[in-house]
Nanobody
């Protein structure tokens, strides 16, 4: 059983940057592909970014390409989401997710483990 705890969310002005962290415990971190999803008020949860177990392959939703970067440190059991040039439409609760499968990208239903989320608010 893997436990995931996100951190790093806060209020930031448009154009600013944040780095979210997701610390994993309870499993062998390098065996899990990781992803970030987000849910804005009144909207369904949506895919943001995903990476393979090694972090060598990544994918992003179009709206964040060139601004967000997913990375991981297997020695620290942590996955990160670096968010630059933030926009008000990035405001959401951000969740990290883990799967024991090799790589499932944006397939939300294929992730077995989820964190509780961290709030990111971008003011204009």
């Amino acid at each position: 059983q893997v436990q995931l705890v996100e951190s790093g969310g806060r209020l930031v002005q448009a154009g600013g940057s944040l780095r979210l962290s997701c610390a994993a415990s309870g499993g062998t971190f390098s065996n899990y592909a990781m992803a970030w999803f987000r849910q804005a008020p009144g909207k369904e949860r949506e895919f943001v970014a995903a990476g393979t177990r090694s972090g060598g392959l990544t994918s992003y939703t179009d709206s964040v390409k060139g601004r967000f970067t997913i990375s991981r440190d297997n020695a620290k059991n942590t996955v990160y989401l670096q968010m630059n040039n933030l926009k008000p439409e990035d405001t959401a609760v951000y969740y990290c997710a883990a799967t024991g499968k090799a790589y499932v990208g944006s397939l939300q239903g294929s992730y077995e483990y989820w964190g509780q989320g961290t709030q990111v608010t971008v003011s204009s």
